[in-house]
């Protein structure tokens, strides 16, 4: 079993809807918990991350923590295309430096 | 401008050649981490630094070797005991164990085997 799940998709969805992202991670020990954006040929830039149940907002996004059901989830809203990428979940474990990432989900926005 | 820098942005070996990735931060970060990214892929753990003079090996370590001699630099060497290096690689960097801290990346070294 993988330490982090994710959908590969690609997830389609039209320009100014709801795009929800969703992984599930298998070390009941995690600490904290974060969403990463990569474009095509570019390196991970971080979008949100959070660490306690319930949920975070920032903007467009909002990320959403169960521990109970070891599961997090990204929600963008009025997606754009320029959303268009690969949304790599991450989750810290235990070992505070040490970081596990699922395989990523495309997303494509139509315009 | 504080951040982490990897060189070369490409680079091309060949067969049986040992090679070298650099990667530099700013960051005044404790922890550093290698990734390899294949296409279609996710991150892969290869090496990880907690602290100057100390590195543990991450998921695929094999055919790798890395040095922390210094807090602002984690060079990773390619030797060639690694049998499919072709992919990308990827420097992060965090702070350290106090807190929740997220990791930050480099632009990423491609990596060619002729």
């Known amino acids: 079993q993988k330490e982090v799940e994710q959908n590969s998709g690609p997830l389609s969805v039209p320009e100014g809807a709801i795009a929800s992202l969703n992984c599930t991670y298998s070390?009941?020990?995690?600490?904290?918990f974060f969403w990463y954006r990569q474009y095509s040929g570019k390196s991970p830039e971080l979008i949100m991350f959070?660490?306690?149940?319930g949920d975070k907002e920032d903007g467009r996004f909002t990320a959403q923590l169960n521990k109970a059901s070891q599961y997090v989830s990204l929600l963008i809203r009025d997606s754009q295309p320029s959303d268009s990428a690969t949304y790599l979940c991450?989750?810290?474990?235990?070992?505070?430096?040490?970081?596990?990432f699922g395989s990523g989900t495309k997303l494509n926005v139509k315009p | 401008d504080g951040g982490i820098t990897q060189s070369p942005k490409y680079l091309f070996r060949k067969e049986g050649q040992n090679v070298t990735l650099s990667c530099e931060q700013n960051l005044n970060h404790d922890a550093m981490y290698w990734y390899r990214q294949d296409p279609g892929q996710g991150l892969r753990l290869i090496y990880y630094s907690q602290i100057v003079n100390d590195f543990q090996k991450g998921d695929i370590a094999e055919g790798y070797s890395v040095s922390r001699e210094k807090k602002e630099s984690f060079p990773l060497t390619v030797t060639s005991a690694q049998k499919n290096p072709t992919a990308f690689y990827l420097c992060?960097?965090?702070?350290?164990?106090?807190?929740?801290?997220?990791?930050?990346f480099g632009p990423g070294t491609r990596l060619t085997v002729l």
């Open positions: 992060a960097s965090s702070i350290g164990q106090v807190g929740n801290n997220e990791q930050f």
């Open positions: 959070i660490y306690s149940n």
């Open positions: 991450a989750v810290r474990g235990g070992n505070f430096n040490k970081f596990y």
């Open positions: 070390d009941r020990g995690s600490q904290s």
